[in-house]
């Protein structure tokens, strides 16, 4: 399966791929209060799990000290037991100083020495914040009255995601020169927000033309350009089971989700469940969905739908990644999808989840 690296630094908060220069220059030191272990490790994430790249034995006073490992900038981890992290964002021959309670590392830590480091502790805060009271708020409510629980709760989402991409919308405007910036844009619109990207994509290229996680940017911008949101849906026509041609264009009328996905891609079909459930509560709504298998076996591609239970439209040319819809609608990674409303043009693309069911239902609602 392809996986498009930025789509994994996004999920992880832009933590994958971290740079393996050590720089002789630069410490990291700090004090955690209430620390009962021996040591503090840096860490970074990768595909293959957490890597420890140093430690530091902290004293009876809570003080350590570890060396600062970047040669460029870069995202880490520091981490004082299994459930206390912290993220950190450092330069080569940075000194950051961090100072927080063991116990409660996320939520009491502050940092002096680098910049990135403490702006990226502002949006994860906000973020954590947020989305930590609005969960309370359900939680009480669904207690009390379990009844209107679902309704409040999409209300809830819709509040928290209208409220965050607000928030990342300015947090990237005021630092168009962080690489903490690229951690914001998960949280807004990138096809409704295009121009803010190519912005953020000109100054950090400026700034840093040989970093990993600008040049995953800058192809994401280059893709975004793409059938933008607002621009027309090109024409599909692919066969059904049957070899009946199928098009794009006879769903008009209808929001519909076209669904790229194979058979033998693990991620999708961990996914699909959560379509299935979103398709059985809006499908009498003037939804449809548009599913594209990228497989080359017709056995295949039949036995998983019918395993997933999937009651939508299935099209395919069995060409897989060769097929001339995946370079039509520049598909880099599955499972991905676009949304397009009933005149036919692209709303969103990319979508999953909470967001996904949200963005389709607002989509069914707005065209009544």
Avoid: H
């Avoid at 499908?283 to 017709?298: A, P, Q, R, T, V």
């Amino acid at each position: 399966m392809r996986i498009r690296s930025f789509i994994l630094i996004l999920c992880s908060i832009l933590l994958t791929w971290s740079c393996t220069k050590d720089s002789k220059n630069g410490m990291i030191t700090g004090k955690v209060n209430n620390f009962t272990g021996d040591y503090i490790y840096l860490q970074k994430i990768t595909e293959s799990g957490d890597v420890n790249i140093d430690s530091s034995k902290v004293d009876k006073n809570g003080k350590f000290s570890v060396a600062n490992p970047a040669g460029e900038t870069d995202f880490y981890i520091l981490r004082t037991d299994s459930l206390n992290i912290i993220f950190l964002v450092l330069k080569a021959g940075e000194d950051a100083y961090v100072e927080g309670n063991a116990k409660s590392f996320e939520s009491s830590y502050k940092v002096k020495g680098s910049k990135d480091s403490e702006l990226l502790r502002v949006l994860r805060g906000y973020d954590k914040t947020l989305s930590d009271s609005l969960n309370k708020l359900y939680v009480d409510i669904r207690n009390q009255n379990p009844v209107v629980a679902d309704s409040i709760g999409s209300y809830l989402q819709e509040y928290y995601s209208t409220t965050m991409e607000e928030f990342a919308r300015n947090f990237i405007r005021q630092n168009l020169n962080s690489i903490v910036s690229l951690s914001a844009t998960k949280f807004i619109n990138q096809q409704t927000e295009i121009e803010l990207l190519k912005e953020l994509d000109t100054k950090l290229t400026e700034l840093y033309p040989k970093n990993k996680y600008v040049e995953d940017f800058r192809l994401l911008v280059s893709e975004l350009n793409v059938l933008p949101a607002g621009s027309m849906a090109p024409e599909i026509s692919l066969n059904d089971y049957e070899g009946k041609p199928i098009k794009l264009s006879s769903l008009r009328g209808k929001v519909v989700l076209i669904d790229f996905w194979a058979s033998w891609c693990a991620p999708c079909r961990r996914e699909n469940p959560e379509i299935v459930a979103a398709y059985e509560k809006l499908k009498g709504n003037d939804f449809e969905i548009y599913g594209i298998s990228l497989d080359n076996n017709m056995e295949a591609w039949n036995e998983a739908v019918e395993r997933d239970k999937i009651t939508w439209i299935q099209v395919s040319d069995l060409q897989r990644w060769e097929s001339p819809v995946v370079k039509l609608y520049q598909v880099q990674a599955i499972p991905y999808n676009v949304l397009i409303d009933r005149e036919g043009k692209i709303i969103a693309k990319g979508i999953k989840g909470d967001d996904l069911y949200n963005k389709v239902s607002m989509a069914i609602n707005s065209g009544k």
